[in-house]
C-alpha cells in the first residue's frame, strides 16, 4: 500500500492550497476512511480533518474549522485538502491516512490510522 501527498509549498499568509493523496495497493479504497495529520516542528502529529467512508462525515479540528476542506474521489482513489486564509501556524508537513475505522473517535487518533503517506510540506511566511 502506498499513499502519495502532494501539493505543499511556501505561500504567504492568506493564501490557499490544494493538497493531494493518491492511494494505491490498497484492496478497497472505498471502505477506508481517509485523513489529514499535519506535524508542525518541535511538535506531534495533530489532528486535521477526516472523511468517514461508512457515514461520509466530515471531522475537522477547530483550528482549521471553516478554512480546510477535504473531499475524496473514489474513482481515482484519491483524497484532497483544500485549505484557505491559511496562517503562520498552518506551517507543517501535512499527512494522508487511511483507516479502517469509521467513528469520530476512532478517526481523530492517529493509532487509528494503518497506512501513511510520506507528508508533503506546506509553510506559510507572514
Known amino acids: 500500500v502506498q499513499l502519495q501527498a502532494s501539493g505543499g509549498g511556501l505561500v504567504q499568509t492568506g493564501d490557499s492550497l490544494r493538497l493531494s493523496c493518491a492511494a494505491s495497493?490498497?484492496?478497497?479504497?472505498?471502505?477506508?476512511?481517509m485523513g489529514w495529520f499535519r506535524q508542525a516542528p518541535g511538535k506531534g502529529r495533530e489532528f486535521v480533518v477526516s472523511?468517514?467512508?461508512?457515514?461520509?462525515?466530515?471531522y475537522y479540528a477547530d483550528s482549521v474549522k471553516g478554512r480546510f476542506t477535504i473531499s475524496r474521489d473514489n474513482a481515482k482513489n484519491a483524497v484532497y485538502l483544500q485549505m484557505n486564509s491559511l496562517k503562520p501556524e498552518d506551517t507543517a508537513v501535512y499527512y494522508c491516512a487511511a483507516s479502517p475505522y469509521y467513528t469520530y473517535s476512532d478517526l481523530t487518533s492517529a493509532i487509528r490510522y494503518d497506512y501513511w503517506g510520506q507528508g508533503t510540506l506546506v509553510t506559510v511566511s507572514s
Open positions: 472523511t468517514s467512508y461508512r457515514s461520509r462525515n466530515e
Open positions: 495497493g490498497l484492496a478497497n479504497f472505498r471502505i477506508y476512511s
